[in-house]
Structure formats: structure tokens, C-alpha cells
């Protein structure tokens, strides 16, 4: 029994690794923050179960989303040396495995919108969101603004948030997705000049592959500069306070230093750029934006 016990242990944390759980850091703060705005309004007072709802939906979409690609990339990743230590290529995880957690994933996804009734929207769009997040598994295969189609399928995560507590589209988390777009976007960008030879050798699209690691790295600049736009856009229409306008100062110098960080002759640091500071990032605009909501409230 403790055999077949530290097998599954084993078999869980390496389900967990597969997927990179730790970078669900990225895009759930965006949708919690998103609830909180939405639960400050008179008629949406704070409620734990669409706390919860919030929480599932995005670990299970996340997850399925995931581990779908890397079901699709399985091939690619065992010929690219980055990734060929990866569960599925390195025999870690069999294939067979890893789709029935995509499964068991999605199947949680779906149900876990029905938290939300009797607010009907989250289950109607639960599939067609879900095969959105999926779609991006293919996007390097015919188009070079791939890097957009993840941002689009995270950005995805505040609207949805808002939308299961309120029903309805508002300009505070379309601002909320749109910082998502261009900072998602801009930092995958930066992540796939690592793969910049392999992609073109491959015949696989991405901007590094196409027009080259200098021009890859001044889209990126382009987008983080109108990620800040964006960011301080949400403080100005959501009237947020000087808590949130600190926090979102420190984020526009953190995306400067993420550029600093990465150059055209040194990719090398590409992963604290994108992990380190990307965390940082995210998790600090939540604590930042809720702290400025108790402030708010208290004045």
C-alpha cells in the first residue's frame, strides 16, 4: 500500500510539473482582482462560493490548457534539446496519462461554472473558452503573432471573473485584460527567442524566428510600454487610489528592468525575466489593487 501510495505522490507532483502549476501565479491575481472590483459594487456583495468558482475554473482551465499542449507539442519537444527533459519526451508521464488528466481538467472546468447559476453565462461560455485556451497549442503552426493568441486566451481569465459575478462586460476588466494582452504577450515574446533557431529550422512561426532576436525584442518593448498604458488607464477609469498607482509605478520599472535584463547577444537570463519578475509582477498588482480597495473603502 505505501508503495502504490508514493507512487501516485509521484505520479501527482510530476502532473503538477508538467503543467508548471507555479505559473498559475500569472493570470489568476488578474482574476481575482478583477472579482474584487466587481464585489465592491452595491449590488455584488462578496461571496465565497464564486470565490471559489473563480479559483477552480482557473486551476482547471489552466491545467487542461496545459497539458493539452503539451500533448500536441510532445513531438517538437522531444527534438528541441530546451524541452527534451519534458514529462512526455523523457517518459516521465505516458502519453495515455496525460490525457486523461486533460479530460478530468476540462470536465472540472465545465463543472465548476456551475457554481456561478443562476447566472447562465459561465457555463455557456465555458466550452467555447476553453477550446480557445486549446487553440493556442496550434498557433505556432500557422501564424507568427502566436505569442498574442496566449495573451488573448489569458486575457480571457478578468472577463470571465467579472462576467460570472456580474453578468454583463464593463471598461474595468476589459482595461484588466488588456494589461494582460500586452504584458502576456510581450513576455512570450521574450521566451521564444531561446527557441529562435529551432522554431525557423523546424518551419514553426514565431516573431524571433521571423524577423529575428532584435526585432522580436523591440515588439516586446513595444508591447510592455503599452502594457503600462494600459495599467495606469485602469487606475485612472476604475477609480483606484495612490496604493494601486504605487504598485503600478513599481510594475512599469520592473518591465524596464525585464528589458534590461534581456539583450540580443545575452538570452541568458530570459528565464529569471520571465518568471522572477513576471510573478512579481502579477502577485503585486493583487496585493496592491486590494489594498487599494481597503483603502478606498476606509476613506
Given at each position: 500500500m505505501s508503495i502504490l501510495r508514493a507512487e501516485m505522490l509521484l505520479q501527482i507532483?510530476?502532473?503538477?510539473?508538467?503543467?508548471?502549476?507555479?505559473?498559475?501565479?500569472?493570470?489568476?491575481?488578474?482574476?481575482?482582482?478583477?472579482?474584487?472590483?466587481?464585489w465592491r459594487m452595491p449590488d455584488s456583495p462578496f461571496s465565497f462560493s464564486q470565490l471559489l468558482g473563480i479559483v477552480l475554473c482557473m486551476v482547471f482551465a489552466r491545467s487542461a490548457a496545459m497539458a493539452?499542449?503539451?500533448?500536441?507539442?510532445?513531438?517538437?519537444?522531444a527534438e528541441n534539446p530546451r524541452t527534451q527533459k519534458r514529462h512526455i519526451p523523457a517518459g516521465l508521464l505516458s502519453l495515455t496519462t496525460v490525457i486523461v488528466f486533460t479530460l478530468i481538467s476540462s470536465v472540472g472546468f465545465v463543472a465548476s461554472t456551475l457554481i456561478f447559476?443562476?447566472?447562465?453565462?459561465?457555463?455557456?461560455?465555458?466550452?467555447?473558452?476553453?477550446?480557445?485556451?486549446?487553440?493556442y497549442s496550434y498557433a505556432k503552426h500557422f501564424t507568427v503573432w502566436c505569442?498574442?493568441?496566449?495573451s488573448a486566451a489569458l486575457m480571457l481569465s478578468p472577463i470571465g471573473a467579472w462576467i460570472a459575478i456580474r453578468g454583463e462586460l464593463a471598461i474595468?476588466?476589459?482595461?484588466?485584460?488588456?494589461?494582460i494582452f500586452f504584458w502576456v504577450g510581450g513576455f512570450d515574446i521574450l521566451y521564444a527567442c531561446q527557441d529562435a533557431d529551432?522554431?525557423?529550422?523546424?518551419?514553426?512561426?514565431?516573431?524571433?524566428?521571423?524577423?529575428g532576436i532584435k526585432t522580436a525584442l523591440r515588439v516586446a518593448l513595444f508591447s510592455h510600454l503599452l502594457t503600462i498604458v494600459s495599467l495606469f488607464s485602469l487606475w485612472y477609469f476604475a477609480g483606484l487610489g495612490p496604493v494601486f498607482l504605487l504598485g503600478s509605478l513599481i510594475v512599469a520599472g520592473l518591465l524596464i528592468?525585464?528589458?534590461?535584463?534581456?539583450?540580443?547577444?545575452?538570452?541568458t537570463?530570459?528565464?529569471?525575466?520571465?518568471?522572477?519578475?513576471?510573478?512579481?509582477?502579477?502577485?503585486?498588482?493583487?496585493?496592491?489593487g486590494l489594498a487599494d480597495i481597503w483603502w478606498v473603502g476606509r476613506s
Amino acid at each position: 500500500m505505501s508503495i502504490l501510495r508514493a507512487e501516485m505522490l509521484l505520479q501527482i507532483r510530476r502532473l503538477l510539473e508538467l503543467i508548471r502549476f507555479s505559473h498559475t501565479v500569472f493570470a489568476l491575481p488578474f482574476a481575482l482582482l478583477s472579482a474584487a472590483l466587481a464585489w465592491r459594487m452595491p449590488d455584488s456583495p462578496f461571496s465565497f462560493s464564486q470565490l471559489l468558482g473563480i479559483v477552480l475554473c482557473m486551476v482547471f482551465a489552466r491545467s487542461a490548457a496545459m497539458a493539452f499542449n503539451r500533448i500536441v507539442d510532445r513531438r517538437i519537444d522531444a527534438e528541441n534539446p530546451r524541452t527534451q527533459k519534458r514529462h512526455i519526451p523523457a517518459g516521465l508521464l505516458s502519453l495515455t496519462t496525460v490525457i486523461v488528466f486533460t479530460l478530468i481538467s476540462s470536465v472540472g472546468f465545465v463543472a465548476s461554472t456551475l457554481i456561478f447559476l443562476p447566472n447562465p453565462w459561465p457555463i455557456r461560455l465555458s466550452v467555447p473558452f476553453l477550446l480557445f485556451l486549446m487553440g493556442y497549442s496550434y498557433a505556432k503552426h500557422f501564424t507568427v503573432w502566436c505569442h498574442y493568441w496566449l495573451s488573448a486566451a489569458l486575457m480571457l481569465s478578468p472577463i470571465g471573473a467579472w462576467i460570472a459575478i456580474r453578468g454583463e462586460l464593463a471598461i474595468t476588466p476589459a482595461l484588466l485584460s488588456a494589461i494582460i494582452f500586452f504584458w502576456v504577450g510581450g513576455f512570450d515574446i521574450l521566451y521564444a527567442c531561446q527557441d529562435a533557431d529551432f522554431d525557423r529550422d523546424k518551419k514553426l512561426f514565431s516573431i524571433p524566428a521571423r524577423w529575428g532576436i532584435k526585432t522580436a525584442l523591440r515588439v516586446a518593448l513595444f508591447s510592455h510600454l503599452l502594457t503600462i498604458v494600459s495599467l495606469f488607464s485602469l487606475w485612472y477609469f476604475a477609480g483606484l487610489g495612490p496604493v494601486f498607482l504605487l504598485g503600478s509605478l513599481i510594475v512599469a520599472g520592473l518591465l524596464i528592468y525585464e528589458h534590461w535584463l534581456v539583450t540580443p547577444a545575452d538570452l541568458t537570463r530570459v528565464n529569471i525575466a520571465f518568471f522572477n519578475v513576471n510573478a512579481v509582477v502579477s502577485i503585486g498588482l493583487l496585493i496592491t489593487g486590494l489594498a487599494d480597495i481597503w483603502w478606498v473603502g476606509r476613506s
